[in-house]
């Protein structure tokens, strides 16, 4: 009873999940997540090597996974990508936004004040993002609107509402995101059915590949200044781990969040929460 009660509300079987930046730590985690709860997944990353070993992964535990290359930035690649997925698994239910991502070039540094970095390093955060997510949120939301059922959850960052030193084009793009969510969700209930829903889910601090030369010692390991004042201003202690996030996704894909649309939910320890006293 208890199993049938807990699928009902989360499960996904039947359903075509895609997952943009699904190669990465957290978006491999991503993927797995929904593809344990019974969807078939499609994987997007930029590259092939990235993609492939998470879709191969997922189908060695016996679930049903598709890479595909694709830049998200690049619209007529990810036409050509939605119309591979929808060809091999059938039409997308869901959408995980979750390529983006930070980049030296448009951080500041002791080595490169604000008003030194290059409009290239802004135009790639800004465009990874921002676009990033705008783009599948197109292709992918015209089928939605013309099935008039689907869900989509864009992935954003702390930085998107408590700006964050160093990296003002990353949360400027990521706030950016998160207007774009509310909008999205209101004019797909407003103007196509409301069971199309739109929500974000705006992680903490988890250490990854695009943070950690932030908030760890590239020499060490060791946690720098900027990593224990994040862990000093974080209730939980803890960074994040990346099931924090699945189980966040399972309840804003799942049927138990019908009623949950244009929200942006936090997963960051309480540090969104703390004033610093």
Request: contains cysteine.
């Amino acid at each position: 009873m208890q199993s049938s009660y807990l699928e009902q509300l989360f499960g996904l079987d039947g359903q075509v999940a895609v997952v943009t930046g699904g190669g990465g730590g957290l978006g491999r985690e991503l993927a797995h997540a929904l593809a344990r709860a019974g969807a078939a997944v499609a994987v997007i990353t930029r590259r092939a090597e990235s993609c492939e070993p998470v879709a191969a992964e997922i189908r060695a535990a016996g679930g049903k996974a598709l890479a595909v290359p694709c830049d998200v930035t690049d619209e007529a690649a990810l036409h050509s990508a939605v119309a591979t997925i929808q060809s091999q698994l059938g039409p997308i239910d869901i959408l995980v936004n979750g390529a983006g991502g930070n980049s030296p070039k448009a951080t500041t540094t002791p080595e490169q004040s604000f008003f030194d970095i290059p409009r290239e390093g802004w135009h790639a955060v800004v465009s990874l993002n921002l676009l990033g997510t705008l783009l599948p949120c197109q292709i992918v939301g015209r089928a939605m609107a013309e099935r008039r059922r689907g869900c989509i959850i864009n992935i954003t960052s702390m930085a998107a509402d408590r700006p964050l030193t160093r990296v003002g084009g990353y949360g400027a793009a990521k706030a950016a995101v998160v207007n774009f969510t509310k909008w999205l969700a209101v004019h797909m209930a407003n103007e196509y059915d409301p069971a199309i829903r739109v929500n974000a889910i705006s992680p903490g601090f988890f250490l990854t590949e695009q943070n950690r030369y932030l908030l760890t010692d590239r020499e060490t390991g060791e946690m720098t200044a900027r990593g224990r004042l994040i862990l000093d201003h974080t209730p939980a202690g803890r960074l994040g781990d990346a099931p924090d996030l699945a189980a966040a996704l399972l309840w804003l894909t799942g049927a138990g969040a019908a009623f949950v649309t244009g929200a942006v939910i936090p997963v960051d320890g309480g540090f969104s929460a703390f004033s610093g006293v």
